[in-house]
Protein backbone atom coordinates (compact mmCIF):
# COMPACT_ATOMS: atom_id res chain seq x y z
CA UNK A 1 0.00 0.00 0.00
CA UNK A 2 1.32 3.39 -0.96
CA UNK A 3 2.04 5.61 2.14
CA UNK A 4 0.91 9.49 2.39
CA UNK A 5 3.35 10.41 4.80
CA UNK A 6 3.16 14.65 5.91
CA UNK A 7 6.21 16.63 7.14
CA UNK A 8 4.75 20.32 9.21
CA UNK A 9 7.99 22.69 9.80
CA UNK A 10 7.19 25.36 12.18
CA UNK A 11 8.84 28.66 10.10
CA UNK A 12 11.69 30.67 11.40
CA UNK A 13 10.28 29.01 14.57
CA UNK A 14 11.73 31.11 17.59
CA UNK A 15 11.35 34.19 15.66
CA UNK A 16 8.02 33.61 15.18
CA UNK A 17 7.45 33.15 18.41
CA UNK A 18 8.85 35.99 19.30
CA UNK A 19 6.73 37.90 16.52
CA UNK A 20 3.65 37.16 18.41
CA UNK A 21 4.69 37.82 21.86
CA UNK A 22 6.26 41.15 20.19
CA UNK A 23 4.58 42.41 16.75
CA UNK A 24 6.57 44.86 16.04
CA UNK A 25 9.26 42.57 15.15
CA UNK A 26 7.04 41.63 11.80
CA UNK A 27 8.82 42.62 8.46
CA UNK A 28 12.07 43.65 10.35
CA UNK A 29 15.59 41.26 10.38
CA UNK A 30 15.63 39.46 13.63
CA UNK A 31 18.26 37.29 15.44
CA UNK A 32 17.88 34.99 18.56
CA UNK A 33 20.53 33.84 20.86
CA UNK A 34 23.10 35.52 23.09
CA UNK A 35 22.81 39.00 22.81
CA UNK A 36 26.28 39.86 23.15
CA UNK A 37 28.93 39.98 20.69
CA UNK A 38 30.04 37.14 22.66
CA UNK A 39 26.66 34.40 22.04
CA UNK A 40 25.89 32.67 19.14
CA UNK A 41 22.62 32.73 16.35
CA UNK A 42 19.99 30.24 17.46
CA UNK A 43 17.69 31.27 14.57
CA UNK A 44 17.05 34.28 12.71
CA UNK A 45 14.25 35.94 10.09
CA UNK A 46 13.96 35.46 6.41
CA UNK A 47 15.30 39.16 6.45
CA UNK A 48 18.12 38.84 8.27
CA UNK A 49 19.14 35.62 5.89
CA UNK A 50 18.72 37.66 3.20
CA UNK A 51 22.36 39.18 4.63
CA UNK A 52 23.66 35.71 5.11
CA UNK A 53 23.18 35.15 8.42
CA UNK A 54 22.76 31.99 9.59
CA UNK A 55 21.84 29.67 12.76
CA UNK A 56 25.64 28.97 14.36
CA UNK A 57 26.77 31.87 13.83
CA UNK A 58 28.70 33.98 16.21
CA UNK A 59 26.72 36.87 16.77
CA UNK A 60 29.65 39.46 16.57
CA UNK A 61 29.64 38.36 12.89
CA UNK A 62 25.76 38.63 12.40
CA UNK A 63 25.80 42.15 13.39
CA UNK A 64 28.50 42.85 10.82
CA UNK A 65 26.47 41.31 8.43
CA UNK A 66 23.22 43.04 9.12
CA UNK A 67 23.81 45.87 11.04
CA UNK A 68 20.01 46.62 11.28
CA UNK A 69 19.54 43.33 12.63
CA UNK A 70 17.25 43.32 15.99
CA UNK A 71 18.72 41.04 18.77
CA UNK A 72 16.14 39.18 20.94
CA UNK A 73 17.59 36.84 23.93
CA UNK A 74 16.00 33.21 23.51
CA UNK A 75 13.33 31.94 26.01
CA UNK A 76 13.02 28.53 25.69
CA UNK A 77 10.13 28.17 28.47
CA UNK A 78 7.95 30.03 25.45
CA UNK A 79 9.43 28.04 22.29
CA UNK A 80 8.45 24.99 24.49
CA UNK A 81 5.19 26.16 25.33
CA UNK A 82 4.01 26.73 21.72
CA UNK A 83 5.94 23.37 20.12
CA UNK A 84 3.95 21.46 22.59
CA UNK A 85 0.45 23.67 21.47
CA UNK A 86 1.22 22.64 17.96
CA UNK A 87 1.80 18.73 18.84
CA UNK A 88 -1.59 18.74 21.29
CA UNK A 89 -3.37 20.22 17.65
CA UNK A 90 -1.89 17.00 16.05
CA UNK A 91 -2.24 14.56 18.58
CA UNK A 92 -6.10 15.49 18.30
CA UNK A 93 -6.02 14.95 15.05
CA UNK A 94 -3.36 12.74 13.45
CA UNK A 95 -3.64 8.81 13.64
CA UNK A 96 0.40 8.31 13.82
CA UNK A 97 2.50 11.22 14.46
CA UNK A 98 5.86 11.80 15.40
CA UNK A 99 7.55 15.25 16.79
CA UNK A 100 11.24 14.95 15.24
CA UNK A 101 12.24 18.52 17.00
CA UNK A 102 10.71 21.44 18.58
CA UNK A 103 9.82 22.89 15.57
CA UNK A 104 8.73 19.61 13.30
CA UNK A 105 6.43 16.58 13.25
CA UNK A 106 5.97 14.10 10.82
CA UNK A 107 2.17 12.86 10.00
CA UNK A 108 1.32 8.91 8.71
CA UNK A 109 -1.68 9.71 7.37
CA UNK A 110 -2.15 6.59 5.26
CA UNK A 111 -5.67 5.07 4.61
CA UNK A 112 -7.12 8.85 4.54
CA UNK A 113 -7.53 9.02 1.01
CA UNK A 114 -10.62 6.98 1.33
CA UNK A 115 -11.90 9.43 3.99
CA UNK A 116 -11.35 12.63 3.58
CA UNK A 117 -8.66 12.94 0.88
CA UNK A 118 -5.09 13.30 2.10
CA UNK A 119 -3.99 16.94 0.44
CA UNK A 120 -7.48 18.17 1.87
CA UNK A 121 -7.14 16.69 5.30
CA UNK A 122 -3.00 18.05 5.56
CA UNK A 123 -4.51 21.93 3.98
CA UNK A 124 -7.08 21.92 6.96
CA UNK A 125 -5.10 20.50 9.65
CA UNK A 126 -2.19 23.19 8.54
CA UNK A 127 -4.86 25.63 8.42
CA UNK A 128 -6.00 25.24 11.63
CA UNK A 129 -2.67 25.55 13.05
CA UNK A 130 -1.89 28.63 11.67
CA UNK A 131 -5.20 29.56 13.32
CA UNK A 132 -5.06 28.31 16.91
CA UNK A 133 -1.49 29.61 17.42
CA UNK A 134 -0.64 32.35 15.58
CA UNK A 135 2.59 30.41 13.77
CA UNK A 136 3.14 30.44 10.47
CA UNK A 137 3.61 26.88 9.38
CA UNK A 138 5.19 24.77 5.93
CA UNK A 139 3.91 21.51 5.05
CA UNK A 140 5.15 18.60 2.49
CA UNK A 141 2.61 15.58 1.74
CA UNK A 142 4.53 12.59 -0.45
CA UNK A 143 5.20 9.30 -0.22
CA UNK A 144 7.59 8.97 2.43
CA UNK A 145 9.45 10.91 4.92
CA UNK A 146 12.42 12.23 2.81
CA UNK A 147 10.61 13.28 -0.20
CA UNK A 148 7.74 14.93 2.45
CA UNK A 149 10.75 16.96 4.43
CA UNK A 150 12.46 18.40 1.12
CA UNK A 151 8.94 19.57 -0.31
CA UNK A 152 8.24 21.36 2.82
CA UNK A 153 11.25 23.33 2.46
CA UNK A 154 10.62 24.06 -0.98
CA UNK A 155 6.76 25.22 0.11
CA UNK A 156 8.43 27.48 2.36
CA UNK A 157 8.00 30.11 3.28
CA UNK A 158 4.23 29.39 5.06
CA UNK A 159 3.50 27.35 2.30
CA UNK A 160 1.85 23.67 1.57
CA UNK A 161 3.97 21.23 -1.15
CA UNK A 162 2.13 18.06 -2.46
CA UNK A 163 4.38 15.64 -4.46
CA UNK A 164 2.59 12.27 -5.39
CA UNK A 165 4.16 9.32 -6.75
CA UNK A 166 4.09 10.20 -10.39
CA UNK A 167 6.35 13.78 -10.03
CA UNK A 168 8.67 12.12 -7.12
CA UNK A 169 11.34 12.13 -9.67
CA UNK A 170 10.82 15.43 -11.75
CA UNK A 171 10.34 17.20 -8.64
CA UNK A 172 13.61 15.71 -6.66
CA UNK A 173 16.11 15.55 -9.68
CA UNK A 174 16.60 19.38 -10.48
CA UNK A 175 16.88 20.31 -6.77
CA UNK A 176 20.69 20.72 -5.35
CA UNK A 177 22.37 17.63 -4.02
CA UNK A 178 22.25 19.99 -0.21
CA UNK A 179 18.27 19.47 -0.24
CA UNK A 180 18.90 15.98 1.27
CA UNK A 181 17.93 15.38 4.88
CA UNK A 182 21.01 14.42 6.59
CA UNK A 183 23.51 14.76 4.27
CA UNK A 184 26.77 16.72 5.81
CA UNK A 185 28.78 19.23 4.63
CA UNK A 186 32.28 17.24 4.12
CA UNK A 187 29.87 14.49 1.62
CA UNK A 188 28.41 17.62 0.21
CA UNK A 189 32.16 18.81 -0.28
CA UNK A 190 33.21 14.96 -1.37
CA UNK A 191 29.97 14.82 -4.00
CA UNK A 192 31.00 18.26 -5.12
CA UNK A 193 34.34 17.35 -6.17
CA UNK A 194 33.22 14.25 -8.25
CA UNK A 195 30.94 16.75 -10.03
CA UNK A 196 27.30 15.98 -8.27
CA UNK A 197 25.52 19.01 -8.00
CA UNK A 198 22.55 17.65 -8.47
CA UNK A 199 19.87 14.67 -6.58
CA UNK A 200 19.18 13.88 -10.49
CA UNK A 201 22.62 13.59 -11.26
CA UNK A 202 23.57 11.65 -7.98
CA UNK A 203 20.62 9.50 -8.57
CA UNK A 204 21.73 8.02 -11.63
CA UNK A 205 25.03 6.91 -10.55
CA UNK A 206 24.80 3.52 -10.17
CA UNK A 207 24.12 2.42 -5.99
CA UNK A 208 27.57 0.12 -6.14
CA UNK A 209 30.09 3.10 -7.00
CA UNK A 210 28.30 5.12 -4.18
CA UNK A 211 28.35 2.02 -1.51
CA UNK A 212 32.36 2.19 -2.97
CA UNK A 213 32.96 5.73 -2.09
CA UNK A 214 30.73 6.58 1.00
CA UNK A 215 30.10 3.09 2.40
CA UNK A 216 26.49 2.26 3.70
CA UNK A 217 25.80 5.33 3.62
CA UNK A 218 26.42 5.72 0.47
CA UNK A 219 23.79 3.73 -0.25
CA UNK A 220 21.12 5.53 1.99
CA UNK A 221 21.95 8.62 0.07
CA UNK A 222 21.45 7.52 -3.04
CA UNK A 223 18.40 5.80 -2.23
CA UNK A 224 16.99 9.23 -1.02
CA UNK A 225 18.06 10.72 -4.01
CA UNK A 226 15.69 8.15 -5.65
CA UNK A 227 12.93 9.61 -3.54
CA UNK A 228 13.31 5.63 -1.80
CA UNK A 229 13.19 6.04 2.04
CA UNK A 230 11.03 2.97 3.84
CA UNK A 231 11.74 4.69 7.44
CA UNK A 232 8.46 4.32 9.26
CA UNK A 233 6.58 7.39 11.07
CA UNK A 234 7.50 6.50 14.90
CA UNK A 235 4.65 7.23 17.01
CA UNK A 236 5.46 9.80 19.42
CA UNK A 237 4.14 9.94 22.71
CA UNK A 238 4.73 11.60 26.26
CA UNK A 239 6.07 8.23 27.28
CA UNK A 240 9.46 8.50 25.54
CA UNK A 241 12.21 8.46 27.82
CA UNK A 242 15.46 7.03 29.26
CA UNK A 243 15.90 6.52 32.75
CA UNK A 244 18.70 5.05 35.78
CA UNK A 245 17.24 3.49 38.62
CA UNK A 246 19.60 2.50 41.81
CA UNK A 247 18.58 -0.39 44.42
CA UNK A 248 20.25 0.08 47.57
CA UNK A 249 22.18 -3.04 49.29
CA UNK A 250 21.36 -1.63 52.45
CA UNK A 251 18.74 0.63 53.27
CA UNK A 252 19.29 4.13 53.87
CA UNK A 253 18.47 7.47 55.39
CA UNK A 254 21.58 9.63 54.24
CA UNK A 255 19.96 12.35 52.41
CA UNK A 256 23.64 13.71 51.17
CA UNK A 257 24.25 10.60 49.54
CA UNK A 258 20.80 9.91 48.49
CA UNK A 259 21.13 13.47 46.41
CA UNK A 260 25.06 12.73 45.38
CA UNK A 261 23.29 9.61 43.75
CA UNK A 262 20.26 11.29 41.80
CA UNK A 263 22.72 14.06 40.51
CA UNK A 264 25.16 11.45 39.16
CA UNK A 265 22.12 9.90 37.45
CA UNK A 266 21.08 12.85 36.47
CA UNK A 267 24.19 14.02 34.58
CA UNK A 268 24.74 10.27 33.13
CA UNK A 269 21.42 10.64 31.35
CA UNK A 270 21.79 13.57 30.40
CA UNK A 271 25.24 12.73 28.48
CA UNK A 272 23.12 9.95 26.93
CA UNK A 273 20.60 12.57 25.68
CA UNK A 274 23.30 14.62 24.44
CA UNK A 275 24.77 11.66 22.86
CA UNK A 276 22.02 11.14 20.90
CA UNK A 277 21.33 14.73 20.12
CA UNK A 278 18.05 14.32 22.24
CA UNK A 279 16.38 17.21 24.06
CA UNK A 280 13.73 16.05 27.28
CA UNK A 281 11.48 18.41 28.82
CA UNK A 282 10.13 16.49 31.83
CA UNK A 283 11.71 14.91 34.90
CA UNK A 284 10.46 12.30 37.42
CA UNK A 285 12.34 11.39 40.65
CA UNK A 286 11.12 7.78 42.31
CA UNK A 287 11.55 6.79 45.47
CA UNK A 288 10.75 3.27 46.96
CA UNK A 289 10.92 3.23 50.91
CA UNK A 290 11.84 0.01 52.65
CA UNK A 291 8.34 -1.43 53.00
CA UNK A 292 8.34 -1.27 49.26
CA UNK A 293 6.04 2.23 48.88
CA UNK A 294 7.00 3.41 46.32
CA UNK A 295 6.27 7.16 44.98
CA UNK A 296 7.14 9.73 41.95
CA UNK A 297 6.76 13.49 41.29
CA UNK A 298 7.69 15.00 37.85
CA UNK A 299 7.83 18.54 36.64
CA UNK A 300 7.32 19.40 32.53
CA UNK A 301 10.35 22.18 31.89
CA UNK A 302 11.45 23.87 28.68
CA UNK A 303 13.33 21.29 26.46
CA UNK A 304 17.19 20.97 27.58
CA UNK A 305 19.90 18.49 27.54
CA UNK A 306 22.15 20.69 29.62
CA UNK A 307 23.11 19.24 32.95
CA UNK A 308 23.21 21.97 35.05
CA UNK A 309 19.45 22.51 34.28
CA UNK A 310 18.55 18.96 34.60
CA UNK A 311 20.50 18.12 37.91
CA UNK A 312 18.63 21.32 39.74
CA UNK A 313 15.36 20.14 38.60
CA UNK A 314 15.93 16.51 39.77
CA UNK A 315 17.61 17.59 43.10
CA UNK A 316 14.18 19.93 43.97
CA UNK A 317 11.96 16.99 43.00
CA UNK A 318 13.61 14.78 45.36
CA UNK A 319 13.74 16.97 48.54
CA UNK A 320 9.80 17.77 47.88
CA UNK A 321 9.13 14.18 47.29
CA UNK A 322 11.24 12.65 50.48
CA UNK A 323 9.37 13.87 53.19
CA UNK A 324 8.93 10.59 55.67
CA UNK A 325 12.18 10.58 56.66
CA UNK A 326 11.95 6.51 56.15
CA UNK A 327 14.49 4.31 55.19
CA UNK A 328 14.85 4.06 51.79
CA UNK A 329 15.46 0.93 49.20
CA UNK A 330 15.75 2.45 45.65
CA UNK A 331 16.14 6.20 43.91
CA UNK A 332 15.32 6.75 40.12
CA UNK A 333 15.66 9.43 37.90
CA UNK A 334 13.59 9.40 34.31
CA UNK A 335 13.68 11.90 31.37
CA UNK A 336 10.97 11.50 28.91
CA UNK A 337 8.70 13.57 26.44
CA UNK A 338 12.18 12.97 24.52
CA UNK A 339 13.17 14.94 20.74
CA UNK A 340 15.38 15.40 18.38
CA UNK A 341 17.56 18.29 19.00
CA UNK A 342 21.08 19.92 19.45
CA UNK A 343 22.08 21.18 22.43
CA UNK A 344 23.46 24.50 21.50
CA UNK A 345 20.17 25.87 20.81
CA UNK A 346 19.34 26.07 23.94
CA UNK A 347 21.55 28.37 25.57
CA UNK A 348 21.06 31.42 25.19
CA UNK A 349 23.01 33.13 27.20
CA UNK A 350 26.35 34.53 26.68
CA UNK A 351 28.17 31.94 27.04
CA UNK A 352 30.05 30.05 25.11
CA UNK A 353 32.44 28.69 27.25
CA UNK A 354 29.28 26.92 28.38
CA UNK A 355 29.36 24.78 25.21
CA UNK A 356 32.77 24.22 25.48
CA UNK A 357 32.71 22.85 28.73
CA UNK A 358 29.69 20.32 28.02
CA UNK A 359 31.97 19.47 24.67
CA UNK A 360 34.75 19.01 26.51
CA UNK A 361 33.37 16.66 29.19
CA UNK A 362 31.38 14.49 26.53
CA UNK A 363 34.57 14.22 24.49
CA UNK A 364 36.29 12.56 27.65
CA UNK A 365 32.78 10.22 28.47
CA UNK A 366 32.92 9.16 24.78
CA UNK A 367 36.13 8.13 24.90
CA UNK A 368 36.32 6.80 28.77
CA UNK A 369 33.36 5.95 29.47
CA UNK A 370 30.38 7.94 31.40
CA UNK A 371 31.03 7.36 34.56
CA UNK A 372 34.86 9.05 33.65
CA UNK A 373 33.39 12.35 34.99
CA UNK A 374 30.82 13.99 37.37
CA UNK A 375 30.79 17.12 38.85
CA UNK A 376 32.16 17.59 42.37
CA UNK A 377 28.07 17.51 43.55
CA UNK A 378 27.69 14.28 42.67
CA UNK A 379 30.96 12.60 43.87
Not at 220 to 229: F, L, R, T, V
Not at 292 to 306: A, N
Not at 332 to 358: C, H, W
Amino acid sequence: MERSIAHIDMDTFFVSVERLINPGLVGKPVIVGGVSDRGVVAGCSYEARAFGVHSGMPMKMARQLCGEAISVRGDMEQYSRYSDLVTEIIAASAPVYEKASIDEHYLDITGLDHFFGCLKWSTELRQRIIRETGLPVSLGLSVNKTVSKIATGEAKPNGLRNVPTPVVKPFLDPLSIRKIPMLGPQTYKLLRSMGIITIGTLGAIPPEMMERVLGQNGLSIWKKANGIDPAPVQSWSLQKSMSSERTFEQDTTDVQQLERIIVRMTEELAFELRSKEKMTSCVTVKIRYANFDTHTLQKVIPYTSFDHVLKEVAQALFRQLYNRRMLIRLVGVKLSRLITGSYQMNLFEDAPEMIRLYQSLDTIRKKFGKHAIHSASAI
